[in-house]
């Protein structure tokens, strides 16, 4: 799949000649018609979720994968194996631990593409011989790929923080609970 050629003018001499030399240069010539689509082809680069949605799929994708394996490894190994309940790792723990792993991987996802394109100019000899459409596709999506590796990064850094919080609550819970008992105790003995 070559990639598109947007043309558009009031001349239909100078439109066959551009296209013409676009599909020398191996590219794929669409008419958008007259001079007035001008204004449209020039907006189409700063359309914003075409080219966000194979990244985001990705890492939604590599979320659920990495969550799966956390919760199973985490919450229900230890509920199988020795039946202890903690279901309560799961919004926080859990989390926690898939974020950072989606964000190294996505960050391995957006350097693999440049390393194998440099392999391919060494191969071919050139630098001016067009990437696979494949790999030409992975290499316009590195920016989006990227955003969202340091997106789940930070949201890595925000659950961090807020485990410390949770777990002093908890604490203060079962201190509370410890204090209640040890108070109920005192008036049986003292009664």
């Known amino acids: 799949m070559s990639q598109c050629v947007l043309i558009c003018s009031n001349?239909?001499?100078?439109?066959?000649?551009?296209?013409?030399?676009?599909?020398?240069?191996?590219?794929?010539?669409?008419?958008?018609?007259?001079?007035?689509?001008?204004c449209e082809i020039e907006n189409i680069?700063?359309?914003?979720?075409?080219?966000?949605?194979?990244?985001?799929?990705l890492a939604l994708g590599l979320f659920l994968c990495f969550f799966t394996y956390n919760l199973?490894?985490?919450?229900?190994?230890?509920?199988?194996?020795?039946?202890?309940?903690?279901?309560?790792?799961?919004?926080?723990?859990v989390v926690n631990t898939t974020l950072p792993c989606v964000a190294y991987v996505m960050l391995s996802l957006v350097y693999l593409p440049g390393v194998l394109a440099a392999c391919s100019q060494l191969y071919y000899g050139t630098k001016y011989r067009r990437f696979p459409d494949w790999l030409d596709q992975w290499l316009q999506h590195r920016k989006q790929i990227?955003?969202?590796?340091?997106?789940c990064a930070a949201l890595?850094?925000?659950?961090?923080?807020?485990?410390?919080?949770?777990?002093?609550?908890?604490?203060?819970?079962?201190?509370?609970?410890?204090?209640?008992?040890?108070?109920?105790?005192?008036?049986?003995?003292w009664s």
């Open 146 to 151: 990227g955003l969202l590796s340091f997106f």
């Open 45 to 57: 680069p700063l359309r914003l979720l075409p080219a966000w949605k194979i990244p985001t799929f």
């Open 11 to 38: 001349n239909q001499e100078a439109k066959r000649t551009v296209a013409e030399i676009a599909q020398v240069m191996g590219f794929t010539p669409v008419d958008m018609g007259c001079m007035a689509s001008a």
């Open 72 to 93: 199973v490894r985490q919450v229900i190994h230890p509920y199988i194996r020795e039946q202890k309940n903690k279901f309560y790792k799961i919004p926080i723990e």
């Open 156 to 189: 890595h850094a925000v659950y961090s923080l807020c485990l410390p919080m949770r777990r002093s609550h908890r604490y203060q819970l079962i201190e509370t609970a410890v204090k209640q008992e040890f108070s109920k105790m005192m008036v049986k003995n």
